[in-house]
């Protein structure tokens, strides 16, 4: 809590339908967000017990400065993951952070399974466990529409629910947030699932006087100002990230039909631009945050024969034009819109379905499965086929969509193909074949994320290729982030929030850190992630990359996989090298 | 020497909304020196392709050749 020197956590329990509050001096030195999850998860979890086991919990954190400075509005969500069996963490927008801040929680542990669907209504110093059997098997739309009817707190409230791939525990279902924002890796839609967990609505309404305002004010107008009048952002509101696609594209580094290819003869029809042109009527933002990156696209749907048509809307990022663009062939924006709100409706991570889809297609194509088993006739470019095999996948409608449901990692364990299956540790890729760093950068990241430490993002600065520098880079960045995800600065904005801005902003509000505090931070809570990591089991020497990364030339032109599985060596060695001193 | 330099997508901001603009540049003119002419700050240019292949900034232009600019990747 700003202005205290304890962490205030609010845990529940489905099993029981108990709750408790801990004010926890003990986690003050873990800032807040990732660092305060982090602990509470390795406090929680059961490394003995499956990832969907009752016992296992879901850990949700706001930062130490959430919604006090402009763009730090985002909640961490840690649990197991049921995709990799090992660390599950994820981050959401939306009002989420606001809703918790206001509500007087720094933190959320959920544990044990509920007898029947409920969904939970956080208030003040309450949560109501309200019956969610009429709200089961509901997209995430509807159940999002249902419960703001039902709960109150409109202005005030925060409501996050999974959708039919959740409860079926899809091993890479989402959690919707807000409608347009999603808790979308790792699966933490399947471990709402597994516990009964329908929804989350959120009340906050609390008020927080500002002990200094003079010097708060001060300090959150210079950042304000950075923030809008300044080209930092720009582009984020502008066209957002899908700007990406045509710079990737045109330096070879745009995943195409499984990575069988680095360029997309149609990336044009799916561009920032064309989108923005075509598609785009709305731009929103999350509570906190005076950039408005969410970028809200429009298709056209004939839902009845006689010219009956609907508008339909859907949220989208350049990861989503990746996956479900250039990942499958698909040649148009609306086609792709199409694709992203059925992933939406059912509850997936559009990342991994996208990518568990290019994996399909190939296995198809390569007389591995047959239509038999597909169903549907998969080929890169058939959206209709892919728009059923989204629906199946949800569904788990047979043996082979149940497979695939866990993952391209296991469901090439069942079915071959494991050189074009394409994830990092059994995360599904992100879309950026930029070179060594986006490959290591994924594989050694703690939730093998290209955010864990922007491993793309060295790949475009780094002059010359340097495997030293590299690995140096990579290491040092992830603490970094460690330490901005304790305050859960919305990683669009790292660039303004530098360290003395951080210092500036936190000793604003009653912290009285310095720089090598900082660091402290960042450390400690990269050793933590990596402890929870060994007691479930993970091992960074065993990943296997797929051998397609080394056969599809990236914008560093072909890359070797004796260099990669080198560079793997000495950042595994710096980890060492760092646990040793722990 | 007559260099055409092409903008994609967001660095139109820089160019008044042109996606394409012909230069007259002089002789040995470097990639990235053909873009700043055109509007371009260095530190919004990601990746320049020359006639179709990826060069760095110091590339050296020939009379007739097409720059073409694209933003950074951006990302969280």
Known sequence: ????????????????????????????????????????????????????????????????????????????????SPLTGEL?????????????????????????????????????????FKDARALWGMSSDEVGRVVREREPGRGKRSIIRIGPAGENMVSFASVCVDTYRHFGRL??????????????????????????????????????????????????????????????????????KNLRQNVFEYGDNISGETFAQKNLIRKMACTGCPVGCIHIGQFRREFDKGHEYEAVSESYDYELLFSLGSFLGTKTSDEVLQLIEL??????????????LGWATEAFMK??????????????????????????????????????????????????????????????????????GAIIGAAVGARHSHLCNGGYSIDQSMKEFDKEKLVSALFEEEKERCMLNSLVICLFARKVYDRKTILMALNSIGYNLKDEDLTAIGERIYKTKLRIKKALGFDQMSV??????????????QLDENVAYELLGMYNKRVEEMMAGA | MKIIVEAAGWLKRFTSGRSELELDLPENASAIKAAATAGIPESET???????????????????????????????
């Open chain 1, 1 to 80: 809590m700003i202005y205290e020197d304890y962490v205030r956590v609010l845990y529940i329990n489905l099993s029981t339908g108990k709750i408790r509050i801990e004010h926890r001096k003990d986690l003050h030195e873990y800032l807040g967000g990732v660092g305060v999850a982090s602990r509470l998860l390795e406090e929680t979890v059961k490394p003995e017990l499956e990832p969907l086991d009752e016992a296992q919990p879901i850990v949700f954190a706001i930062g130490a400065g959430s919604t006090v400075f402009p763009v730090l509005t985002k909640t961490v969500a840690m649990f197991r």
């Open chain 1, 88 to 128: 599950g963490e994820s981050y959401a927008g939306g009002r989420m952070a606001m809703t918790l801040f206001m509500a007087g929680y720094d933190a959320v542990v959920i544990q044990g399974r509920s007898c029947k669907p409920v969904y939970l209504a956080i208030t003040r110093n309450d949560v109501e």
């Open chain 1, 187 to 256: 699966g933490l839609g399947a471990v709402f699932g597994s516990k009964n967990l329908k929804a989350i609505s959120i009340v906050g309404d609390k008020s927080i006087p500002v002990k200094n305002f003079k010097e708060y004010f001060k300090v959150y107008q210079e950042i304000y100002n950075r923030v809008t009048d300044t080209e930092i952002m720009s582009k984020y509101h502008d066209a957002g990230t899908p700007i990406n696609i045509e710079p990737l594209n045109a330096a070879g580094a745009l995943p195409t």
């Open chain 1, 343 to 356: 992933a939406e409706h059912y509850g997936l991570d559009a990342m991994s379905a996208g990518v568990a």
């Open chain 1, 367 to 436: 007389k591995l499965v047959t239509e038999e088993q597909t169903l549907v006739p998969l080929g890169f470019g058939k959206t209709q086929s892919y728009l059923k095999a989204i629906e199946y996948m949800a569904n788990k409608r047979n043996d082979f969509y149940k497979a695939l449901s866990e993952g391209v990692n296991k469901a090439s364990d069942l079915y071959g193909g494991k050189e074009f299956a394409m994830h990092f540790a059994g995360n599904e890729m992100p879309g950026y074949h930029t070179g060594y």
């Open chain 1, 544 to 557: 296997k990359l797929p051998k397609r990364l080394f056969e599809t030339p990236s914008m560093m032109g």
């Open chain 2, 46 to 76: 990601g990746f320049l392709i020359v006639n179709g292949k990826k060069v760095d900034g110091a590339y050296v232009l020939k009379d007739g050749d097409t720059v073409k600019v694209y933003s950074h990747i951006i990302g969280g």
